[in-house]
């Protein structure tokens, strides 16, 4: 149980501390975690094919907006993701695609073979798919959480 917490917390603050580092890697091309388009996503939502979708975003971003059928990164997900099989289909969503990056290559170097990145994150699913949700910035968090 303290492992899995503690991978939980380790987990976490790799992800909320994306750094400019990680964009750096994948701008030059040093990422090996496959991109998923949102147009992409919408086509495999539609399709029989079994998957899961992963929101690393905090729990205030999530009350102000949601892909259908996310689930929260938390540790009980982490706990379920430890028991899938490696080669589940993944794809890790944030807001614009950086956070869920890390998450992402966190995953991939676990040793799951199928693992995702959404790119531009649930801001280009609202810009592209479903302009009905909401887009917001890190400045909406004071009027998000109550």
Known sequence: ??????????????????????????????????????????SLQTSDESFY??????????????????????????NFIGNLERDSLMVFQCRTGSRSQSAAEYFQKQGFTRVFNLTGGIDAWSLEIDPEIVRYSKKDKKSAVK
């Open 53 to 78: 979708l992963f929101d690393v975003r905090e729990e205030w971003e999530r009350e102000i907006a949601q892909i259908a059928d996310s689930r929260i990164l938390n540790e009980k997900t982490v």
């Open 1 to 42: 149980m303290k492992k899995i917490l503690l991978l939980t917390i380790l987990l976490m603050s790799l992800i909320s501390c994306s750094s400019e580092t990680d964009a750096v890697a994948e701008r030059n091309g040093l990422s090996t975690v496959a991109q998923m388009s949102v147009q992409d996503l919408k």
